[in-house]
């Protein structure tokens, strides 16, 4: 089976500009969640969307966003980039959503984000 | 708010030599899970335990889940290169309906051959 794809890997924005990262979970998988990963900060959650629904949302400000389509694919975005947002971006995909006793992530590879 | 806290962060050991990361929850928890995350690379799923005091073994690696599921431990017996990595709990915590699957900081282990 396909492990979760992300793309793209490698993204150098400037402070102002928008980006959209995708992410394609593992067949039959219908949850997906996003993480922002910094050196400081660890694993923050960022969303989790199960059936094209966003189930929760971490800490973050507005500016985050994201969605699911109905073949479970996942896209984050973030608009009006600011330094602090320079980071990995993880996306990882589960059989169900958080609290079904089915939520084992299956990361993704990242997307690093890089912002000037 | 709700936390796993992990200690300690960084553990520098020699080849051969044991170890333990914990992982404490401010909250009693379903389930934990165990990820490694290699230099470069990205989490990797290692183990779930559900069961209050449960123990489960790979390889070298042992998994403890407390009574209270509100802590747990990994530990490495004879540590060997391939062991370098940061290695995270995670356990969902829920506010309302809604659960959050939430990572400690991570132990940051090194080897030294």
């Known amino acids: 089976k396909a492990g979760v794809t992300q793309t793209p890997r490698y993204l150098i924005k400037t402070r102002g500009q928008q980006v959209t990262l995708s992410c394609s979970p593992i067949s039959g998988h219908r949850s997906v969640s996003w993480y922002q990963q910094t050196p400081g900060q660890g694993l923050q959650f960022l969303f989790e969307?199960?059936?094209?629904?966003?189930?929760n949302k971490g800490n973050f400000p507005g500016r985050f966003s994201g969605r699911q389509f109905s073949n479970s694919r996942s896209e984050m975005n973030v608009s009006t980039l600011e330094l602090g947002d320079s980071a990995l971006y993880l996306c990882?995909?589960?059989?169900?959503?958080?609290?079904?006793?089915?939520?084992?992530?299956?990361f993704g590879p990242g997307t690093r984000l890089l912002v000037l | 708010g709700q936390q796993v806290m992990q200690i300690p962060q960084y553990q520098h050991v020699q080849e051969g030599e044991d170890f333990t990361t914990y992982c404490n929850s401010s909250?009693?928890?379903?389930?934990i899970q165990w990820y490694k995350q290699r230099p470069g690379g990205h989490p990797v799923f290692l183990i779930q335990l559900v069961k209050s005091g449960e123990v489960k073994k790979q390889k070298r690696l042992t998994f403890q889940f407390g009574e209270a599921k509100k802590n747990s431990s990994l530990h490495i017996t004879a540590t060997q290169t391939t062991d370098v990595g940061t290695y995270f709990c995670?356990?969902?915590?829920?506010?309302?309906?809604?659960?959050?699957?939430?990572f400690g900081k991570g132990t940051k282990l090194s080897v030294k051959p």
């Open positions: 969307y199960f059936s094209e629904t966003q189930r």
């Open positions: 990882a995909s589960s059989l169900s959503f958080v609290g079904s006793g089915s939520e084992t992530q299956y």
């Open positions: 909250t009693t928890l379903s389930n």
């Open positions: 995670a356990g969902p915590l829920y506010g309302g309906s809604q659960g959050n699957l939430i």
